[in-house]
């Protein structure tokens, strides 16, 4: 599913759609070049589970939990995994846990992934510097019937 959003805002706004089906042990990667918008995305996904902390980027903690909403979010930033070191930070205790996973830069660790995920492109507009384009790419079951869940509440 492709979706063009004007600015931040709609970004988020999609974002707190999808929060509102998501459930425990839920995966999402977010793709695109700095600043395209992941934390931004990711901003709003927390606003719709609930949790009203200003959610910052987690570049140099690599991940920041959540526990204030209807599930916790587990926010990871591997940017600084670009040369290894994944396979340290536990991540497959936050996939199994209570909790929703937003990974930025996931492609940076794809052998710590497990098989099925929604991955979310955001890409940039040369254009328009508020516009950009929102590819969601389903991996598996769960994920595709997710997205039909959302389509729906996007009409
Ligand atoms: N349509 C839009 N969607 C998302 N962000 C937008 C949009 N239009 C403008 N912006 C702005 O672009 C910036 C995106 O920054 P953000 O930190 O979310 O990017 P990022 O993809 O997480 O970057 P990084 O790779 O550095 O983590 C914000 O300042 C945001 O307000
Ligand atoms: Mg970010």
């Known amino acids: 599913m492709k979706l063009v959003v004007k600015n931040a805002l709609e970004t988020q706004?999609?974002?707190?759609?999808?929060?509102?089906?998501?459930?425990p042990q839920d995966l999402i990667l977010l793709t695109g070049d700095l600043g395209a918008g992941k934390t931004t995305f990711t901003k709003g996904l927390a606003y719709g589970l609930g949790i009203m902390h200003n959610v910052k980027s987690p570049t140099f903690?690599?991940?920041r939990e959540y526990h204030q909403g209807r599930l916790p979010l587990y926010h990871m930033d591997v940017y600084r995994l670009e040369n290894g070191g994944a396979?340290?930070?536990?991540?497959e205790e936050y996939f199994n846990g209570d909790g929703v996973s937003v990974v930025e830069w996931a492609q940076f660790i794809p052998?710590?992934?497990?098989?099925?995920?929604?991955?979310i492109t955001i890409v940039k507009d040369n254009a328009n510097d508020e516009r950009r384009t929102l590819i969601l790419e389903p991996k598996g079951d769960r994920?595709?019937?997710?997205?039909?869940e959302?389509?729906?509440d996007i009409v």
Do not use: C, V
């Open 13 to 23: 706004l999609l974002a707190e759609k999808l929060a509102k089906r998501l459930k």
């Open 61 to 63: 903690t690599l991940i």
């Open 87 to 91: 396979e340290d930070l536990g991540l």
């Open 111 to 119: 052998s710590e992934l497990p098989s099925t995920y929604l991955e």
């Open 143 to 148: 994920y595709e019937r997710l997205i039909e």
């Open 150 to 152: 959302l389509k729906q």
